[in-house]
């Protein structure tokens, strides 16, 4: 039945994936990280039903995990195709885990006696990890990792108290990289996006005031398995805010950054309203808009409802600044669109809805694949057949050929997964 390279393991990968491997293909499916799961793995809940994350991709990543025809490659990247449709030759470089993810049970021990600590990417760096740690509960594979950077060192050993604490024995600081050749028919790209860095954006004081965050760093503190085991807290005093103000278009829709909607954001903002209000009862949240895009289904109720059940007030006004006053309230400085007025109104917690941008990897695989890119640095794609990218044999779905919400993202998955059977079986 021919095999697919799926590169990129978060929901869309894994939605292709297992649609391939259901149609009797054999899958590769490689991911840069350390666990497939991807964005979608760090939220707490999905518009516009408000169920959980983990309830819907946890099921699919261990599906993939125990699908005879799946082959997963994590910490592994995409050096080099070769051949054409039909008949690729891919080079992977896989990278050392230094644990046979095989052997560990996860049980934890290496962790609790490893002295070094670093903040945890998985929980946008608001805890810490060590430097033996399992990325997430739900991570697939189920084990543990050594980062060799964070190490002590092992040239010689500087440590080693994770080895001896190992009772599987498991761990291995002599594992090596190694470069894995895989014939292929297609390929499906699934590599995401990142997020925009506010940094640059002075006005906001993200980074100057502890209690500007983004909206992602929202998602981990409001999620049971967060760095605050789910209560909603400012980082300044871990009390509970009163006042939450939510800034749309942080980095999209400018002249000097992206000028692209990044599509997501209005409906994530008012998301993260409605939870926030059935966290904290008394809470009343203010989304300050450009326009409000809710084009996918049930997404204008899902607004009207936070008006209306939520007390969620939306103003549509861009932001001019954020001040930190006296009391550490932070003020918002803003023009309201309906009657021309410089306003203000004081918030104890602001929340920032950054653009999603083209990650690192998108460049990265277009040099290698030979594929064009968009004007705003996604993989072009062919207005006719969407998940076609430049060159025959190659698809592309998720947020890498533009900004996607979760079911956007798993329609065009299956659409990709689709045509690159196509080619894999010889049926085109």
């Known amino acids: 039945m021919g095999e697919v390279l799926v590169i990129g393991g978060g929901i869309a990968g894994v939605q292709a994936a297992l649609d391939l491997a259901e149609m009797g293909i054999r899958v590769h499916l490689v991911e840069k990280g350390p666990s497939i799961g991807g964005r979608m793995a760090q939220l707490d809940k999905t518009f516009p039903t408000n169920d959980c994350s983990t309830c819907i991709l946890s099921p699919k990543m261990v599906d993939c995990a125990r699908h005879p025809r799946i082959a997963i490659y994590t910490l592994s990247e995409v050096q080099a195709v070769a051949g054409e449709v039909g008949d690729f030759t891919v ?31 998985f929980q946008m760096g608001l805890s810490t990890r060590r430097a033996i740690y399992i990325p997430f509960a739900q991570a697939v594979p189920q084990a543990y990792l050594r980062n060799r950077e964070d190490c002590l060192g092992d040239e010689p050993i500087a440590c080693g ?9 498991c761990i291995d600081f002599d594992m090596q990289d190694e470069v894995i050749e895989l ?19 002075t006005e906001y004081g993200y ?6 965050i983004t909206g992602l ?14 209560r909603l807290i400012r980082l300044t005093d871990r009390q509970e805010p009163r006042t939450i103000g939510f800034v749309q278009c942080v980095g999209s829709r400018s002249l000097k950054y992206q000028r692209f909607c990044s599509s997501v954001c209005c ?20 989304i300050f808009y450009t326009d409000l895009r809710a084009s996918g289904k049930g997404f204008q109720e899902y607004i009207e409802r936070a008006r209306r059940e939520y007390g969620v007030k939306y103003i549509r006004s861009r932001v001019a600044r954020i001040e930190e006053d006296g009391d550490g ?17 004081k918030v104890d917690l602001a929340v920032l809805a950054t653009s999603l941008i083209p990650g690192p990897d998108v460049a990265a695989l277009a040099e290698v694949l030979g594929l064009e890119l968009d004007e705003y640095g996604f993989f072009r794609t062919n207005p006719f057949s969407p998940t076609d990218t430049t060159r025959e044999g190659v698809f592309t779905c998720g947020c890498c050929r533009g900004p996607a919400d979760i079911p956007q993202s798993v329609a065009q998955a299956s659409g990709a997964a689709a045509r690159a059977a196509q080619y894999a079986t010889g049926n085109t």
């Open 183 to 201: 014939s292929v028919g297609s390929i499906v790209l699934a590599v995401g996006m990142e997020t925009f860095d506010p940094v640059a954006l």
């Open 207 to 212: 980074t100057r005031y502890e209690n500007v």
């Open 217 to 230: 760093e929202f998602e981990r503190l409001i999620c049971a398995s967060g760095p605050s085991g789910g």
């Open 267 to 286: 409906m994530h903002a008012t998301k993260e309203a409605i939870l926030a209000r059935e966290h904290i009862p008394d809470v009343q949240s203010y």
């Open 161 to 169: 108290r994770c080895i001896e604490a190992c009772r599987k024995q």
């Open 329 to 345: 309230r932070l003020v918002f400085h803003y023009e309201d669109a309906a009657t021309s007025r410089p306003q203000q109104v």
């Open 91 to 121: 080079q992977v470089l896989k990278r050392a885990r230094y644990v046979d993810e095989t052997a560990c049970t996860a049980c934890g021990d290496c962790a609790q006696v490893c002295p070094v600590v670093r903040p945890d990417e």
